[in-house]
């Protein structure tokens, strides 16, 4: 049997959860429990219908809520933070390096490159040893 601690320390979601298992326990014959807060609704399937063991001691463990999130695989640069390492590359003495690296591009400036070349773009500036 694998057991799993999780420590939160987000008072706000503590409380929805320690509301969560209270509801859970308190309808543990039910199909399903709904849990309201002010944001949304919540729908947990209890040990009753699914067969899983919830336990109610120690308190907050035993109930786990996930969130889809999506998280960048990679890291998101702004114009400004590309033109700044541009800038910072041609005065170190890199303004050809920097002017080929648009015309790579197709561009004459930065202000021209579309937002989904600023990852790679910004990958090449660091390649000529720019800090991005």
């Known amino acids: 049997m694998l057991e799993m601690k999780i420590s939160i320390e987000a ?12 509801a859970i326990l308190a309808k ?23 067969g899983a063991a919830f336990s109610s001691s120690p308190p907050n463990v035993g109930v ?8 960048p695989t990679e890291p998101v640069y702004t114009l400004e933070q590309i033109a700044k390492a541009g800038a910072a590359l041609a005065q170190a003495g890199k303004m050809e390096q920097a002017l080929a690296l648009l015309a790579k591009y197709g561009v004459q400036t ?13 990958a090449d500036l660091r390649a000529l040893g720019a800090q991005v």
């Open 64 to 71: 786990f809520v996930a969130a889809a999130q999506t998280v």
């Open 28 to 50: 543990a014959g039910s199909d399903s429990v709904t849990q309201t807060t002010e944001d949304e609704n919540i729908q947990l399937t209890t040990p009753a219908s699914n």
């Open 11 to 22: 008072p706000e979601l503590l409380a929805v959860l320690n509301r969560i298992e209270a």
């Open 110 to 122: 930065v202000n021209q490159l579309q937002p989904e070349q600023y990852g790679a773009f910004a």
